[in-house]
Nanobody, 120 residues
Framework: VQLVESGGGLVQAGGSLRLSCVVS????????MGWYRQAPGKERELVAR?????????????QGRITISRDPASIRDTTKKTIYLQINTLKSEDTAVYYC?????????WGQGTQVAVSS
């Protein structure tokens, strides 16, 4: 199972980014996915995730600015899953490495991360 994130970069404060995570290498019928981030000198934290039973969960810091979504084309595809993280009105505190995470019968898997840097 491989998780590959993309879409990070250097962005000015107030701008927007959309991060992507593509998961492949297995058969995914029962799973949950989410986004985490780790800022310099801080612990990794939840940004947003899809819950096992349905619904979404957001960190307090993400409310109103960040949206997690699925690629509609991958919903019925059991071999490839794609999720996104839309971040609007970027702030300096959004600077971090963003990681994709999947929980499935294959275990708890992480991607390698994509760097987001916000300049003021």
């Amino acid at each position: 199972v491989q998780l590959v994130e993309s879409g990070g970069g250097l962005v000015q404060a107030g701008g927007s980014l959309r991060l992507s995570c593509v998961v492949s290498g297995g058969t995914f019928n029962s799973y949950a996915m989410g986004w985490y981030r780790q800022a310099p000198g801080k612990e990794r934290e939840l940004v947003a995730r899809f819950r096992w039973g349905g619904g979404q969960e957001y960190a307090d810091s993400a409310q109103g600015r960040i949206t997690i979504s699925r690629d509609p084309a991958s919903i019925r595809d059991t071999t490839k899953k794609t999720i996104y993280l839309q971040i609007n009105t970027l702030k300096s505190e959004d600077t971090a490495v963003y990681y994709c995470r999947m929980w499935s019968p294959y275990g708890d898997r992480w991607g390698q991360g994509t760097q987001v840097a916000v300049s003021s």
